[in-house]
């Protein structure tokens, strides 16, 4: 049923519920049970742990939010590769230890380390500097999940830019040294993964990506036929103005919509856990379907 998005922000008692963040188990700098005191500290009602690629933080995150009495859902943000782009896919909901959703992620991960050795050989390149590889791997806390925040970090403390952010202005994209293409997994296995582990599929800030608007309909078309159920509309990487569009979105797509900060670390992410406008109050919830 389509209706136009009415501008309307405010929910009399929105739940603060925020599904995307990130642990050292893949990009983010604290550990899953110091995300979960954070969470809960910034007042989170419901909390999920969503990886790159990983879900071996969910048991520890888990088990510090029952401590805290803090509701947890297990989360996974899943790589994908779609009309020559990276699409993030989060899958909510997911039983942790469902065999095809491991055997998936471990393919994805497994693909990283020459891709990331890659890399490193282009910065080395491009900079004239040495050891970019074992640089970044220091920031890795899990070696198996090297990624291009690591680099970031790497090169914020070599000199070579002040911020995260401006690394990923002047490196590590498209057109732009040490960027490497990589395929990930495609959008119909991710999606049949989340399925069999009994997860919820959301497109994750979609309006990070740079699609034309008839690729951006494939996507939203293909995801949708593939099982997918909700969409990202208040995340930490949109504006205002594409709160609007992603809501309007959802409602024409028959979309639930989901909120999540995308959370990585104290002083570098520019959204804090908990920290995001309630969702539009005339959009379905993605908890409504998370027990
Ligand atoms: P990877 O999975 O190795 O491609 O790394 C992707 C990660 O890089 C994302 O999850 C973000 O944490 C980070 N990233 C990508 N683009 C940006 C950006 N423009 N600003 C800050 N972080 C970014
Ligand atoms: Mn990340
Ligand atoms: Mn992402
Ligand atoms: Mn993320």
Not at 8 to 18: E, G, K, Q, T, Y
């Amino acid at each position: 049923m389509w209706a136009p998005y009415n501008g309307v922000m405010s929910n009399p008692h929105p739940l603060n519920a925020d599904l995307h963040c990130h642990s050292t188990v893949s990009d983010g700098t604290l550990a899953p049970a110091k995300l979960a005191e954070r969470a809960h500290a910034h007042g989170v009602d419901l909390w999920a742990l969503t990886d790159h690629d990983a879900t071996s933080g969910l048991a520890e995150a888990q088990q510090a939010a029952d401590a805290l009495g803090l509701r947890f859902v297990a989360g996974v943000e899943i790589s994908v590769s779609f009309a020559a782009q990276t699409v993030h896919i989060v899958a909510l909901g997911v039983q942790p230890q469902n065999a095809a959703l491991l055997q998936g992620l471990q393919q994805i991960r497994a693909g990283r380390d020459q891709r990331a050795k890659d890399m490193a050989q282009d910065l080395e390149r491009h900079l004239g500097l040495p050891n970019v590889y074992a640089g970044a791997l220091r920031y890795a806390s899990n070696p198996a999940l090297l990624s291009r925040t690591h680099f970031a970090r790497f090169l914020v403390e070599q000199g070579v830019c002040r911020q995260t952010h401006e690394v990923f202005s002047r490196f590590l994209t498209p057109g732009k040294p040490g960027y490497v293409d990589h395929a990930w997994a495609r959008l119909e296995d991710a999606l049949s993964w989340v399925t069999a582990a009994n997860g919820i599929a959301v497109i994750a800030h979609p309006g990070r990506y740079r699609f034309s608007a008839t690729e951006e309909w494939a996507l939203l078309e293909q995801f949708k036929a593939l099982g997918g159920q909700a969409i990202e509309v208040v995340t930490g990487s949109h504006t205002a103005s594409q709160y609007r569009k992603y809501a309007q979105l959802a409602l024409e797509f028959g979309f639930y919509a989901s909120r999540g900060s995308d959370f990585h670390s104290p002083g570098e992410s520019i959204c804090d856990l908990g920290r995001l406008p309630p969702l539009p109050a005339d959009l379905a919830p993605v908890w409504d379907l998370l027990h």
